[in-house]
């Protein structure tokens, strides 16, 4: 499996990858162009990495007129190190527009229980400078209700999932014309007098974390491939490591990013089936055209609207799919909803992320990834229209996937007994070589792919930390 998924990966770098994203060098009207929303969740960065973000999607290739910076501020929080709140410092950071009338709040229904489902937000629009690019910015502030505002704390803090569907539950009623609630209609007109379009225009939308450095040219190979298949209806780039040097936590990291994308998302996007894109950095498309100038919903549809909009946590299954790893639950619910249509990755789309630089916080987060892994694998195993037969299917990987997560531990234990057992004079040579040739095929891979020997050494650096990993799981896991 592991030389079938390699070669298969070398092949992608080779003949499809560079074919991803390709753009028409014809030039092309205005008006034929895709619109996109670029939707920032943010929650308590500082201002540095909020004009990181900003920066960076304001310098993008892709055409001014058709882009829509559509930034969320999950609730009244003040990060750490901070003097303001987060809202504040995106507004700060903002030039609003002076005729605009002043933001009232404006209620919704959240994600909560009880009275948390009530949630109101206010919206401020404005444009974004950069150099010489001028932005149109769309600020999203949840405030909370007047009796959260005046308890304190996080008033109107829902999480990031509540973020994402103000976007999705927005667009599902703008494409159906239904009823909106009193900050989606406040959207809606404030949309049209910002950019000048109806929110129908748009077809797509690039999810971005507030700490994501997003490269310039990335949105357009991201739209060229959604453009070019009709068929696609998510799609990632590939996330590097922006702070690799500053502990050894990222320097661990670094390898791992690389393989992740350039191994496992390759092969998945062969086969039209990546199983999760990261929410830091991906593009999803909210309607696709069908026929005649119809449309059919992807991203807006109403069952997955309803589903990734559920508050059932009552089972440890749900919780695990809800609450640990909303980013890979959505990308299940557009696999198990559209088993025909594809998840691709892009490898010319390519972004910058802040990974954790403590061994704790890594740990937290890698633990909460792995758990949301089985879990929508489980569930993706059970979808029964995904493309392949037998060992060429999608079903096939996703249970190779899903065994190789389980048994990662003790196949770890397993490698450190082997070379235990070699030391002490047992024949163990041949299940050695074979556990070295895969780190080489590995190792050749990087190069055929880059052509960066630096990213051996990244390998080396992830190799020789794998121990202190493996230890301080196994010492979590006996005290907890």
């Known amino acids: ?43 308590s960065e500082n201002e540095e990495g909020l004009r990181t973000t900003f920066d960076s999607i304001a310098r993008s290739t892709y055409s001014n007129d058709h882009r829509l910076l559509f930034v969320i501020a999950d609730g009244d929080v003040t990060g750490a190190g901070n003097e303001a709140s987060t809202p504040d410092l995106c507004i700060k950071v903002m030039d609003r527009d002076p005729d605009a009338p002043a933001p009232t709040p ?7 229980d009880g009275m948390k489902q009530h949630n109101m937000a206010q919206v401020y629009i404005g444009h974004y400078a950069c150099d010489d690019v001028r932005l149109p910015y ?19 803090n829902r999480g990031k999932r509540d973020s994402q569907l103000i976007l999705m539950q927005w667009m599902r009623k703008v494409i159906f014309n239904e009823r909106m609630s009193p900050l989606e209609f406040d959207l809606f007109e404030k949309t049209r007098a910002l950019t000048g379009v109806t929110p129908d225009k748009y077809d797509m939308v690039l999810m971005v974390d507030a700490d994501t450095l997003v490269m310039p040219d990335a949105l357009t190979y991201m739209v060229a491939a959604m453009e070019r298949d009709p068929n696609v209806m998510g799609l990632c780039g590939e996330t590097r490591v922006a702070n690799k040097r500053q502990s050894w936590v990222t320097m661990i990291q670094v390898y791992e990013y690389y393989i992740s994308h350039h191994l496992g998302k390759a092969f998945e996007s062969i086969f039209g089936g990546v199983t999760c894109l990261p929410g830091c950095f991906c593009m999803y498309r909210i309607k696709a055209p069908k026929y005649d ?50 998840m691709i990755y892009v490898p010319k789309a390519v972004c910058r992320t802040i990974v954790p630089d403590e061994f704790r916080v890594l740990l937290s987060q890698r633990r909460r990834w792995i758990n949301s892994t089985i ?38 234990v397993f490698l450190l007994a082997l070379i235990v057992a070699g030391i002490a004079g047992s024949d163990v040579g041949l299940p050695l070589l074979f556990m070295c040739a895969t780190l080489m095929l590995q190792a050749f891979l990087v190069l055929v792919t880059t052509r960066k020997a630096v990213y051996v050494m990244w390998m080396g650096v992830f190799l020789l930390a794998m121990p202190r990993n493996r230890q301080d799981r196994r010492g979590r896991s006996s005290t907890s």
């Open 293 to 342: 100038g119809y449309s059919v919903p992807v991203l807006a549809n109403p069952d997955i609207v309803e589903m990734y909009s559920s508050n059932d946590t009552s089972t440890l299954h749900k919780k695990n799919l809800l609450l640990l790893g909303e980013d890979r639950y959505l990308t299940t619910l557009m696999l198990r909803a559209f088993p025909k249509r594809k």
């Open 1 to 43: 499996m592991t030389l079938i998924k390699f070669v298969a990966a070398i092949a992608f770098d080779w003949f499809l990858g560079r074919k991803l994203g390709k753009a028409s060098s014809k030039a092309r009207a205005p008006d034929t162009l895709s619109h996109v929303i670029v939707l920032v969740t943010c929650y």
């Open 106 to 112: 404006c209620s919704y229904v959240a994600i909560g």
């Open 375 to 412: 879990h929508n694998l489980f569930e993706l195993i059970l979808v029964p229209e995904l493309c392949g037969i037998f060992c060429c299917s999608m079903h096939f990987i996703i249970f190779m996937e899903l065994i190789g997560t389980v048994v990662l531990p003790a196949a770890f």
């Open 138 to 156: 769309m600020l999203i502030v949840k405030c909370g209700t007047p009796e959260e505002r005046a308890a304190g704390g996080k008033a109107g």
